[in-house]
């Protein structure tokens, strides 16, 4: 066993990510938080509104993959400094927008450098923790719903007197002061004998799955876009929800706040089941009770209920995309894991994207968000039974009795 993984400089290195992705994720959630603001500003129906949420994560998507190989390459502070200076430059470029397919498209550009805070954020952690990785993992994703968490109350007050295009900009500066000279602190690679004991552990692991790693990675894939199509209808949608209910933005951006700290809760709980249970249960236990958490939004209007479903949805689903990149670590080799997975978080957020849009075209064709919730239920229920396949698959087969 390598002295290097979780080791007291994993822990240190575990810290200073997390800080990092506490700002660098904001791209990914400041697109909710201004929706209702551009849709009453462009004059847009729902459908076209969630247009530069759509673009933001398919650069999201495309950033995961493509940077998460860069890190395999050059090491993860490199990608970090780029991904600061484009989030300056393209928040910046975003509030001067005058139309939606300005915004849109640099949205996308937005999306693409944030993904540097999440997917290879999360693979160069996990390189640094074998014992430990799933709290570890757990850890650093958390920085993902923190974001999401924090900025959303910080931009409600900007949004409530300047706007939406003063708050860009105060985005914009804190990347640039704050973020950029932070990814110094990661400049230090991971040691060859760790990298050696960490390989080791995964071949071990991969031999038992019955499962090939191209046959793995693409079941992955797809049961990824299932459960975040499924994720994203509270998610993107929550805080128009609550401005259709008469609550106004205000009270929707505290509901995704409220969701997304249950959603740390989750991530941390889920990170110690993964250290016992591994990476293929924990997921199918998440994707379940997300499953059962959007069942509880149908029936809901009332206020305070909304608040408390909220709760209940964020607590149940938190865990569900970090143990994606934990099964992969598990199976597959550590030299590949920016790409890997890179790959399956691209997938993730694909269904993000597409489930973002879908909520909302399906809400422009009947009225109201019943049926999208339905249709996220639906999506949902695909993702359990790929991952009860995984999981029949990947149980040790008892050797056949002999004849007597």
């Not at 999401?148 to 109350?153: I, K, Q, S, T």
């Not at 960490?198 to 019955?210: D, I, M, V």
């Not at 049961?223 to 609550?247: E, N, R």
Request: net charge positive; proline share 5%.
């Amino acid at each position: 066993m390598s002295q290097t993984l979780d080791s007291r400089t994993s822990w240190t290195r575990l810290a200073l990510s997390l800080a990092l992705s506490l700002i660098g994720n904001v791209g990914m959630w400041a697109i909710i938080v201004i929706l209702p603001a551009v849709q009453a500003e462009f004059g847009l129906d729902r459908a076209d509104a969630s247009i530069p949420y759509t673009l933001t994560m398919l650069g999201f998507a495309l950033g995961n993959f493509l940077i998460g190989g860069w890190v395999d390459r050059w090491g993860v502070s490199r990608a970090l400094a780029v991904s600061a200076l484009m989030i300056a430059g393209s928040f910046g470029a975003a509030a001067l927008a005058p139309n939606l397919w300005t915004l849109s498209a640099v949205q996308a550009v937005i999306g693409f450098a944030t993904a540097a805070s999440f997917g290879p954020l999360i693979a160069d952690v996990s390189q640094w923790f074998l014992k430990r990785r799933g709290i570890a993992v757990a850890i650093i994703a958390s920085g993902n719903y923190l974001s999401g968490a924090f900025w959303p109350l910080i931009l409600a007050d900007i949004l409530a007197g300047p706007g939406w295009r003063a708050a860009y900009l105060v985005i914009a500066a804190t990347a640039l002061a704050v973020m950029l000279p932070m990814t110094w602190a990661l400049r230090k690679p991971l040691p060859e004998e760790a990298m050696r004991a960490s390989e080791t552990a995964a071949a071990l692991r991969a031999r038992t799955s019955g499962l090939s790693p191209r046959m793995l990675t693409w079941a992955l894939a797809a049961a990824g876009i299932g459960c975040c199509v499924a994720m994203s209808m509270p998610q993107v949608h929550i805080v128009a929800y609550c401005v259709d209910l008469g609550y106004g933005p205000a009270v929707g951006a505290e509901m995704l706040s409220l969701m997304l700290l249950g959603g740390v809760g989750s991530r941390l709980v889920s990170g110690l089941l993964a250290d016992r249970l591994g990476g293929v249960l924990t997921l199918l236990i998440g994707s379940t009770l997300q499953m059962l958490a959007l069942f509880l939004y149908l029936p809901t209007t009332g206020l305070m209920p909304l608040y408390i479903v909220s709760l209940v949805f964020g607590l149940a689903q938190g865990g569900i995309v970090p143990s994606y990149a934990l099964i992969v670590r598990e199976y597959l080799p550590p030299k590949e894991a920016g790409a890997r997975v890179g790959f399956v978080i691209m997938a993730t957020i694909l269904g993000m994207a597409l489930g973002g849009w879908m909520s909302g075209w399906i809400y422009d064709l009947t009225g109201s968000y019943r049926w999208a919730f339905l249709n996220g239920i639906a999506f949902n229920a695909l993702n359990v039974a790929i991952m009860l396949g995984i999981l029949i698959r990947s149980r040790p087969r008892r050797p056949a009795m002999a004849a007597a």
